[in-house]
């Protein structure tokens, strides 16, 4: 099964090897990893995604909560939270020469040219990462110089639990 682990952390060097060690000593594979600042200052996000059993998940997710330095840990399935990806793919600029087929594609698959160079065209889509692997597949034919995928970024349906963490951690150290 598919699970996304979030993890909350201060910002510190080490982290993110320390993170990815508990899943190499376990043998587990990354599927997508991104890293960026949280909402709140001074605390970093890990969006982590696995495919393994729960049993599993909820082991490997309380490891990583005991690491030095890691503020929260939490793990969830995918119908628990809303997630996307953004893929890019670099196409040939001829590709749009004689024709509006390339043009209706893109519309199709609500993706959106974001520069033209006369070497190439640079267009973005954003969605699921069956989505982008599909307009992947579709413009290929017409000449994909370059494809890169972004990994999940992720929210989970429920109001941000760090948030609520931190103020209980507030609310103890007041009594």
């Not at 993110?16 to 599927?31: D, K």
């Not at 413009?139 to 972004?150: A, N």
């Amino acid at each position: 099964m598919e699970f996304t682990i979030t993890v909350f952390s201060e910002n510190k060097t080490g982290i993110l090897s320390r993170i990815v060690g508990v899943f190499t000593r376990r043998h587990i594979n990354i599927e997508s990893l991104s890293v960026s600042q949280s909402s709140l200052e001074g605390i970093h996000r890990y969006t982590i995604v696995i495919a393994i059993e729960e049993e599993l998940v909820r082991k490997v997710t309380q490891q990583i909560d005991k690491q030095v330095d890691v503020l929260k840990a939490y793990y969830d399935r995918n119908d628990e939270i809303v997630y996307q990806e953004i893929a890019l793919y670099k196409v040939s600029p001829n590709s749009f020469f004689g024709g509006n087929e390339l043009e209706k594609l893109i519309r199709t698959h609500n993706a959106r040219i974001i520069t033209i160079e006369k070497e190439y065209i640079v267009i973005e889509k954003t969605g699921y990462q069956s989505e982008t692997e599909a307009l992947l597949e579709i413009l290929k034919p017409f000449g994909v110089f370059e494809f890169v995928r972004s990994g999940r970024v992720a929210i989970v349906k429920q109001m941000e639990r760090l948030n609520t963490y931190l103020k209980t951690i507030q609310v103890e150290q007041l009594n």
